[in-house]
């Protein structure tokens, strides 16, 4: 029996916080890539594989036709649904029998708790967020 399209999974957390911390990014703060649709074992269908997403451990393929993500970019393949850049969400598949990519993973949950700011090594200055942070903020 054929098996059903299968949404993408979604991407990992960065940061997890519930208490106050300080920020002060100099480098990258990506939350994880969302795992592309994968379309079952059904007849007629394209991009039957999902693709992995990128993070610091990459997502791995949903097949053999899909490709594994890395840590700096979602997988692509020319049999798959591409999983997600740093941040972003998997690509979703659309047609006769449509489903959704994996959602992007947050650079921060718990935003709430978070002072942005910048650091010299002896003092925390209160202020704008450097760096590259990509994937949204949650709380």
Do not use: H
């Amino acid at each position: 029996m054929p098996e059903s399209p299968t949404p993408g999974l979604p991407g990992g957390i960065a940061i997890y916080t519930r208490v106050a911390i300080k920020l002060a990014l100099t480098g990258e703060l990506w939350g994880g890539g969302g795992g592309g649709a994968g379309g079952g074992t059904l007849e007629n269908v394209t991009n039957k594989d999902g693709c992995g997403g990128a993070g610091t451990v990459p997502g791995l393929k949903g097949g053999a036709t899909a490709a594994d993500g890395t840590t700096e970019a979602g997988g692509t393949a020319t049999q798959c649904c591409a999983g997600g850049n740093p941040g972003l969400a998997g690509a979703s598949r659309a047609g006769d029998f449509p489903v959704a990519g994996g959602a992007a993973g947050s650079s921060v949950d718990g935003w709430s708790y978070v002072t942005t700011g910048s650091w010299d090594g002896t003092t925390f200055t209160p202020g704008a967020l450097g760096g590259d942070k990509r994937g949204p903020t949650v709380n």
